[in-house]
């Protein structure tokens, strides 16, 4: 009986033991198919990052450009083999799975050597869960606004061009250009954050937050969907989130084939860099002649410091009055009789349109459109900039000249926020898309906008950013101060005279009959604080004459 029992079941275990093969190798195939599957994913994203290094033409030697091209034709050869297996497997559910094991276990294989080359190629690609790209002014108050959230060591990278930790841009036009080698800017002093009061970031702070600063590196390839950034140099960076803060660049005339605008001793102020070199022909060209091109920021605050070391200067620019975008005529002429008073010549309507140069290839002279030659040792050229934003171009959504964003700063690219110059960015004031260019807004952008990537990671609610444009300026003894907007009709209040110790006076904008912007020349903390709140506060007005008498009063009231 027992001898039977043993028989049957062996039987059974004869019958029945390919049948369990075969269901183990279906199990096999199943579970190295989704291998397989996993191996693909992760190879399709290192072909498509060295693929972009390679068209980024920035390998230099350190990718053996033969190897890699016929390491990408064997990476679509084995695609092409692992679909085959794929149509095959769907044909016969069961046999051609069991049959097709084989070959899988073999293509896994092959998939993680093809891995671990293409890794090489690729060298050590580092990795960040932020990365702020640009180095200026946003960049180290977004720093610093991540470390007031929490911010773990190693999460955070800044990747900046320039080879100094961010500071505070405005200082290169105004205290950097000091004569006084005494009392001039010069870094550490001016580092972001003392330009709101906070505290001095110098390069050791990034270190013991463990934030890295990658510095004198050039970003020149940006795939936002492979959340991957190509050095010029070469190097990989991949991130979670990103902030775009790469700020803006000069115009130049070169950009336009201004002839001679090559010349040496001409000069665009922007950079760190920029500034030293301004600095160092200033030295070398003592008392001799400067020549401003444009009349806007850069051109009012350099020609004055000009002026303070003892050059000859003349400002040229095409417009009717200076600083049109924002001063009005009566306030113009206020600057320009001051200017005129401190020996500055001014040239308006007109444009320089070549340069001459000496045998030694500097400047030496600027040809005016009317037919003017102006005598020129250094010549400052400060016609605007623009906002960097070609790394972009096709992958995110752009609105009036920069990259369109909601009231938190985020981009049309999940993860990818953008601030300070390049965001074009809601004002709820005025229910408008704007683009602003200020520090003032560099500095609170990169503010908002860290709060609304730890808000989101959070699940906290943030308010959306609710911003009041503000400008100002200082040069020689004077300083101004902007708030709200210029547009309507213009009340002009208290004493224009250039002549004055201490001259004050300003202006409001009104706009279907609120006051929508100020303006004060000379002004106390709390004057200006006074004219901040108005501008924002829009109070409605019932008698103009009545604004025109009290004038700066006006504003104090609320």
């Known amino acids: 009986m027992a001898s039977s029992f043993n028989f049957v079941i062996g039987s059974a275990k004869f019958i029945f033991a390919p049948i369990e093969r075969c269901l183990n190798c279906k199990r096999n195939f199943d579970e190295n198919m989704k291998v397989l599957q996993k191996l693909l994913k992760e190879l399709n994203t290192v072909k498509e990052v060295i693929e972009l290094r390679l068209s980024a033409e920035i390998h230099g030697g350190t990718m053996q450009t033969e190897e890699v091209k016929n390491w990408l034709d ?31 276990e073999e293509k896994v294989v092959e998939l993680k050597a093809f891995l671990r080359k293409g890794k090489a190629f690729l060298g050590m690609v580092k990795s960040f869960k932020y990365i702020i790209v640009g180095g200026g ?21 800044i990747i900046s061009k320039e080879a100094v930790a961010p500071y505070e841009r405005p200082t290169l036009s105004k205290g950097y250009l000091n004569p006084n080698p005494k009392a001039a800017a010069r870094l550490p002093e001016f580092h972001v954050c003392v330009g709101s009061g906070g505290d001095r970031l110098l390069p050791d702070w990034y270190k013991e937050k463990g ?14 969907a492979l959340k991957t950034l190509v050095s010029a140099a070469g190097e990989i960076f991949k991130f979670q989130t990103l902030i775009i803060a790469t700020g803006s660049t000069v115009i130049r005339l070169t950009d336009f084939q201004v002839e001679g605008a090559d010349a040496k001793n001409m000069f665009y102020l922007r950079e760190l860099e920029d500034a030293d070199k301004l600095v160092e022909s200033i030295k070398m060209k003592k008392y001799g002649k400067a020549v401003i091109i444009g009349g806007g920021y850069i051109g009012l605050e350099v020609a004055a410091a000009m002026s303070i070391n003892d ?23 206020f600057y320009e ?81 953008a601030v300070g110059d390049v965001a074009t960015f809601p004002i709820k004031l005025y229910n408008e898309m704007r683009r602003v260019e200020h520090v003032d807004h560099a500095r609170k952008s990169a503010k908002h906008a860290v709060k609304a990537i730890k808000a989101n990671e959070t699940g906290k609610e943030l308010e959306e950013y609710d911003y009041l444009p503000y400008f100002y300026s200082r040069t020689f003894e004077l300083s101004w101060q902007f708030y709200g907007d210029n547009v309507g009709e213009t009340l002009f209040f208290r004493d224009d005279n ?61």
């Open 74 to 104: 064997d990476v679509q050869r084995i695609k092409t083999e692992i679909e085959i297996i794929e149509c095959k497997a769907k044909e016969k559910k069961f046999l051609s799975r069991v049959f097709l094991g084989k070959m899988v």
């Open 137 to 157: 002014v946003a960049a180290g108050y977004a720093a610093r606004e991540f470390d007031r959230q929490g911010l773990k060591p190693g999460q955070l990278a």
């Open 211 to 224: 934030i890295q600063l990658i510095l004198g590196t050039e970003i020149v390839k940006v795939n936002l």
């Open 311 to 333: 050059f000859d200067v003349t400002m040229v620019y095409p417009d009717p009055w200076c600083m049109p975008r924002l001063f009005t005529p009566t306030m113009a002429a």
């Open 337 to 417: 009789s001051y200017y005129e008073n401190k020996g500055i010549k001014i040239i308006k309507g007109t444009v320089s349109v070549g340069f001459n140069a000496n045998a030694n290839g500097e400047v030496k002279g600027v040809k005016l459109k009317d037919g003017r030659v102006l005598e020129a040792d250094i010549v400052v050229v400060g016609v605007g900039a623009r906002p960097l934003t070609a790394l972009f171009k096709g992958q995110l959504e752009e609105d009036k000249g920069g990259i369109k964003t909601d009231g938190f700063f985020k981009t049309s690219m999940p993860g990818v926020y």
């Open 498 to 558: 250039p002549l004055s110790p201490k001259p004050k006076f300003g202006s409001y904008w009104i706009k279907d009959g609120k006051i929508v912007g100020a303006f004060l020349e000379g002004g106390t903390p709390e004057e200006n604080k006074a004219i901040a709140k108005v501008s924002r506060l829009n109070p409605p007005l019932e008698n103009l004459d009545q604004l025109k008498k009290e004038g700066l009063s006006f504003a104090s009231k609320f």
